[in-house]
């Protein structure tokens, strides 16, 4: 195949509720699946204490990142449970041209925004097997207070009712499984409509 035929690389969008383990699905992607470029955020929460500068996210106070969206340097950005969070575009544009996959793991309000500036950008949702079993990982993971917990769980009814806007649903039922679904949509081509044939 040339250059010219090759595939576009593709952009992946993984959003779903805090809590649902998203954090655990890319931990496994970043280990079996080193080839996915994985985006890294900024984002003007307070980190947490296994989380690394430059691996998990940039940790930028309000200042810096209003600078970066004033700066047009966001691709897309969101407030989320008081907290700023936005994706570095100059990063994703460089890896999308190079050909490798894309992976952002950004909430409901970005995954539109990516939507609206890429309408090629894949949306996979990462379901919960039960909204009960949400609940009980978002408390028991004991990385927040209880008022975060209480904006998360209200955020998190907002992203299961807005699912029918992605187009792929993982259900995160067992995290191996999820992750290796997860590659497969990564790695798999590009649908494009079809193109009109030149007359002979
Ligand atoms: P956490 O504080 O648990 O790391 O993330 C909270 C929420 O913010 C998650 O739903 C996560 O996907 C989302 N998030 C992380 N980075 C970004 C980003 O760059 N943009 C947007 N829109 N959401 C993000």
């Known amino acids: 195949m040339s250059d010219d035929a090759r595939p576009p690389a593709r952009l992946t969008v993984l959003s779903g509720p805090s809590g649902v383990g998203k954090d655990s699905v890319i931990e496994l992607i970043r280990l079996r699946a080193p080839w996915i470029w994985l985006s890294v955020s900024a984002t003007t929460r307070r980190m947490r204490d296994y989380e690394v500068e430059g691996e998990h996210y940039f940790f930028v106070d309000r200042p810096e990142f209003e600078r970066l969206r004033v700066g047009d340097q966001l691709l897309e950005w969101a407030e989320f449970a008081g907290n700023l969070y936005g994706t570095p575009r100059g990063p994703v544009e460089a890896r999308l041209r190079e ?77 191996e499984r999820a992750a290796d679904e997860l590659v497969g949509l990564l790695s798999s081509p590009v649908l494009t409509p079809a193109q009109p044939q030149p007359q002979a």
């Open 99 to 175: 050909g490798a996959p894309v992976l952002l793991k950004i909430d409901l309000q970005g995954a539109r925004q990516v939507k609206a500036a890429m309408p090629d950008a894949q949306l996979v949702f990462l379901a919960p097997p039960s909204v009960e079993e949400l609940r009980r990982r978002l408390i028991g993971r004991g990385t927040d207070d209880e008022e975060t917990i209480r904006r998360r769980l209200a955020h998190a009814d907002e992203e299961l009712a807005a699912q029918s806007l992605f187009d792929v649903t993982i259900v995160n039922d067992y995290v």
